[in-house]
């Protein structure tokens, strides 16, 4: 996941389309690296070669509850559990591809757990695992590319990732469209698990953004096509002005049955003398709620651009960018992002208050080659930085600036 949380997080930090020169006088917000990690093929160790090497996507992703990190490495077709300080708990891996765990002195049995001291091995035969989310009891969800050749198609959709589901000790089912054992479904944006512990599949189709939801037995509840051309009309008719919209992402809210649906707005105008077309204006960013029961858009929010000034001699110019929507909280908060050379900054609006607060999340990016990240839900970003010699683990705790 290259977007912020994603991903992963994606639930994923997406790139800005110009070089952010600075990122002004707003406050940051203190990293902690809480451990790093390797590269290689061992059990506490990743492979990241295709973000490394800049030759292909990477398939691993970052998710953190309660404390613990839980690190998806597709490469190595493997899962690692770690506490805050780094030490291994739990690795989840491909037998046939990974080598045994130092620590495992027991017989291999495909899908079930083999306990030595404080750690502990579940083998499943991965193939792709990438994107994650946790339950309260720890089940572990995590998005798994399918084999070519177990993949299918239909209603001109390839479906081709389903959702693995395991418990501390061993596999437990997968979910695909219908449910546990489902057909699979089109290319997965994000998941989540709600503080229901309903879990989200947020999938991308050729229309737009389909929404699948399952009570925590695995059953659906609800499926919801939200169509790039559903955006809700916003602001006032103008002559002579064109407005379309472009839906950017949908996120669940984790505290209710209704998703977050964020569209950017443009403008624009054609020369009445010369007939050519003015320009684009500066895009206006709303959320709208989308009530799953009713299927029906609520009244929409609308979310401040990222500014940036520019000056070349005397001369300045304010860009305005739209932020990323990358998650919520529980308790009403909407996150958004955008990437900087200095990090990302992060905005944060209580949906009630309209109260919208600014922060920096300060790295060298120039050093990262590869990145995934995380929102609890309780407003904690957590992030996998890969460098070219180790993978640090950081989080930034700005749950304290939304806790209220």
Not at 249 to 271: G, H, Q
Request: hydrophobic share 35%; charged share 20%; glycine share 6%.
């Amino acid at each position: 996941m290259n977007r912020l949380f994603a991903a992963s997080l994606l639930a994923v930090f997406s790139a800005c389309f110009f070089s952010c020169k600075k990122a002004g006088s707003v406050a940051s917000v203190k990293r902690q690296e809480l451990f790093s990690l390797k590269y290689g093929s061992f059990e506490e160790q990743l492979n990241l070669a295709g973000g490394l090497n800049a030759t292909g996507a990477v398939n691993t992703a970052i998710a953190m509850r309660d404390g613990f990190f839980y690190i998806s490495n597709g490469e190595s077709q493997k899962i690692l559990e770690l506490n805050s300080y780094g030490d291994l708990l739990t690795l989840y891996h491909n037998p046939e591809t990974n080598p045994t765990p130092l620590f495992d002195n027991s017989d291999s049995r495909q899908g079930s757990s083999k306990n030595v001291s404080t750690r502990k091995t579940v083998d499943y035969p991965f193939n792709a695992p990438s994107l994650l989310a946790l339950d309260s009891s720890k089940y572990i969800y995590v998005a798994e590319t399918l084999p070519k050749e177990r993949q299918e198609t239909g209603d001109n959709k390839i479906l081709l990732q389903v959702v693995l589901r395991f418990n501390s000790n061993s596999f437990v089912d997968y979910i695909g469209q219908q449910g546990v054992g489902g057909t699979p479904f089109p290319f997965i944006r994000n998941i989540y698990v709600t503080q229901d512990d309903c879990l989200v599949v947020v999938c991308v189709v050729n229309e737009g953004f389909q929404v699948f939801r399952y009570n925590p037995q695995g059953f659906p509840l609800s499926e919801t096509l939200i169509k790039y051309s559903d955006a809700p009309e916003y602001g006032e008719a103008k002559m002579g002005v064109t407005k379309y919209a472009e839906i950017e992402n949908v996120i669940p809210d984790p505290a209710s049955d209704r998703l977050f649906v964020k569209a950017d707005y443009y403008e624009t105008s054609i020369d009445v003398s010369s007939k050519a077309q003015n320009g684009i204006s500066d895009p206006v960013s709303v959320v709208f709620p989308y009530d799953l029961k009713k299927g029906s858009f609520g009244s929409g929010m609308e979310i401040p651009p990222y500014e940036e000034t520019i000056s070349d001699g005397f001369s300045k110019q304010v860009y305005k960018l739209p932020y990323d929507m990358v998650g919520a909280t529980k308790n009403g908060w909407l996150f958004f992002s955008i990437a900087l050379e200095s990090g990302c900054m992060v905005q944060m609006i209580n949906l009630e208050s309209g109260r919208v607060v600014r922060r920096q999340l300060n790295f060298d990016a120039s050093s990262v080659v590869y990145s995934s990240y995380s929102l609890s839900d309780t407003g904690i970003v957590s992030a996998l930085l890969a460098e070219r010699d180790k993978a640090k683990v950081v989080w930034w705790r700005t749950d304290a600036l939304v806790d209220q």
